[in-house]
């Protein structure tokens, strides 16, 4: 598929964050914990699984944005087919309203243009569906995709299922937003503890110099500093797990 028409994509700027991102842990790990140059070399790996993790979640965050563009999209369509609208149109007709919520070149714009390309070339809004659900692997669209093609294989009330589903799905994704809005405390303690580590090595550093130094330069320092480093990792990991439980 091409790049215009992917679902879910990182920006250029993104990327190099995400990026800059990595360096800079491996930067700070090798200052606090070793600084010396050999360390890079063993401290990529920590960089390399630190971007994984960090584009997992970016992930997640780009996920859940497309679920909330989903639940306007299914209120639009809604209103679009009590205003007398067909399903199919009623999605395709809904482009400007995202558009101008969202931008052009938002998920929920591109997820619009897949529809009406393929109405265009006589492909069936099912078989589309269940291509953006492949794409996307959001729970929501690909239940509505499944409730679509059961609901237009049978001919029935389309326009009374849709409005059904698109009320069920609205209210699902409200509750779990607001679930998380109250997750949202714990996440910026969980950013906080993450960062005391370092703050409380940079005040020692600082305020009685060369207090770390008999730790950088000798065997037994360096496995002393590898053993903290090893109990910092797992705690981070074990706390991004914990704040990123699925709901």
């Known amino acids: 598929m091409k790049k215009s028409c992917e679902l879910l994509f990182f920006t250029p700027a993104e990327k190099r964050i995400l990026f800059g991102k990595s360096i800079g842990i491996i930067l700070l790990l090798d200052f606090f914990?070793?600084?010396s140059l050999w360390a890079l070399i063993p401290l990529s790996l920590v960089g390399f699984f630190y971007h994984r993790m960090e584009?997992?979640?970016?992930?997640?965050?780009?996920?859940?944005q497309v679920r909330?563009?989903?639940k306007e999209l299914m209120l639009l369509v809604s209103t679009g087919q009590k205003a007398g609208y067909s399903v199919e149109n009623a999605f395709i007709s809904s482009y400007e309203d995202m558009k101008a919520l969202y931008g052009k070149d938002s998920s929920i714009c591109r997820?619009?243009?897949?529809?009406?390309?393929?109405?265009?070339?006589?492909?069936?809004?099912?078989d589309l569906w269940k291509q953006i659900s492949s794409q996307l692997k959001i729970a929501e669209i690909s239940e509505f995709a499944c409730i679509y093609e059961i609901s237009y294989k049978r001919s029935g009330n389309m326009a009374s299922i849709m409005e059904k589903t698109a009320a069920i799905i609205v209210h699902k994704i409200e509750t779990d937003k607001e679930?998380?809005?109250?997750l949202s405390a714990k996440r910026l303690e969980q950013k906080i503890m993450n960062l005391m580590?370092?703050?409380?090595m940079a005040y020692i550093s600082l305020t009685s110099p060369g207090?770390?130094?008999?730790?950088?330069h000798c065997a037994s320092g360096v496995?002393?500093?590898s053993i903290c480093l090893l109990v910092y990792l797992a705690a981070y990991v074990m706390s991004i797990r914990i704040i990123s439980i699925e709901i």
């Open 33 to 35: 914990f070793y600084q």
């Open 111 to 126: 997820m619009i243009q897949i529809l009406k390309s393929g109405r265009e070339n006589n492909v069936p809004f099912t």
């Open 211 to 216: 207090y770390f130094k008999g730790l950088y």
């Open 179 to 182: 679930i998380r809005i109250l």
């Open 55 to 64: 584009k997992k979640l970016l992930e997640s965050d780009k996920k859940e």
């Open 223 to 225: 496995m002393l500093m």
């Open 68 to 70: 909330e563009q989903f």
């Open 197 to 200: 580590p370092f703050l409380i």
